[in-house]
């Protein structure tokens, strides 16, 4: 079965840039979730779906972050414009269930914002 | 709300030691909790989970963790580490109702020394 996947792997920019990251979920998988890490602290939620509605984006930074699921199947996170307290690394995770189910996670894209 | 405190962000054992990773969680209702794992430039791996059956929990790679209501307590424990043990340890809780957030502690860094 393939994992969630995670594109691109790595990013740098220049502050007020913009930049996107895609993630497609596992297959089935109807509840997807954006995360930003930040070094030396634990993932925050910035924005959960389900199917192809927002369930949680009360930590989304709505001035200059976005997301959307169009389809219910992939997403794509858009930063405009970055800024240096951006950089992290954002993880994308899907689960089959909302709650107890598992997460599965990708293996995350790395912005560094210069 | 949720919330959970790792105490102790990093820890160093010796390889066949006991390994003791402490985390404490905050809710308001009752919890579900969490214990991922995340090795370097990789996303997170669940390890195991509480979800109100057996509060003896038994995960992946030998590791367990046992759900105290009165202490607020869920501490992941390895009777004796191995050094592919290395690597971030995150606690995590959820509320009990559906849609609810998975919120992380800020994680715990395990050496494993030869």
């Known amino acids: 079965e393939a994992g969630v996947a995670q594109s691109p792997r790595y990013k740098i920019i220049e502050k007020r840039q913009s930049v996107a990251f895609w993630c497609n979920p596992i297959?089935?998988?109807?509840?997807l979730y954006w995360y930003q890490q930040i070094l030396g602290q634990g993932p925050k939620l910035l924005i959960q779906?389900?199917?192809?509605?927002?369930?949680?984006d009360s930590q989304l930074p709505k001035d200059r972050f976005s997301a959307e699921r169009l389809k219910g199947v992939d997403s794509t996170l858009k930063i405009q414009p970055a800024k240096l307290e951006d950089s992290a690394v954002y993880l994308c995770?899907?689960?089959?269930?909302?709650?107890?189910?598992?997460?599965?996670f990708g293996e995350g894209s790395r912005l560094t914002v210069l | 709300a949720q919330s959970v405190t790792q105490l102790g962000s990093h820890v160093s054992v010796s390889e066949g030691a006991l390994v003791l990773l402490r985390c404490n969680y905050s809710?308001?209702?009752?919890?579900?909790l969490f214990w991922y794992v995340q090795y370097p430039n990789q996303g997170l791996q669940l390890l195991l989970k509480?979800?109100?059956?057996?509060?003896l929990v038994k995960g992946i790679n030998g590791f367990e963790a046992e759900f105290k209501k009165s202490e607020t307590s869920f501490h992941l424990t390895k009777p004796s580490a191995h050094m592919s043990d290395a690597a971030e340890y995150f606690c995590?809780?959820?509320?009990?109702?559906?849609?609810?957030?998975?919120?992380f502690g800020e994680g715990t860094q395990l050496t494993v020394n030869p």
């Open positions: 995770a899907s689960s089959f269930l909302q709650g107890a189910g598992e997460l599965f």
């Open positions: 297959s089935g998988h109807a509840t």
């Open positions: 779906f389900q199917n192809n509605g927002v369930v949680d």
């Open positions: 809710s308001s209702v009752p919890p579900y």
């Open positions: 509480y979800t109100s059956a057996a509060t």
């Open positions: 995590a809780v959820s509320a009990k109702t559906s849609g609810s957030r998975l919120t």
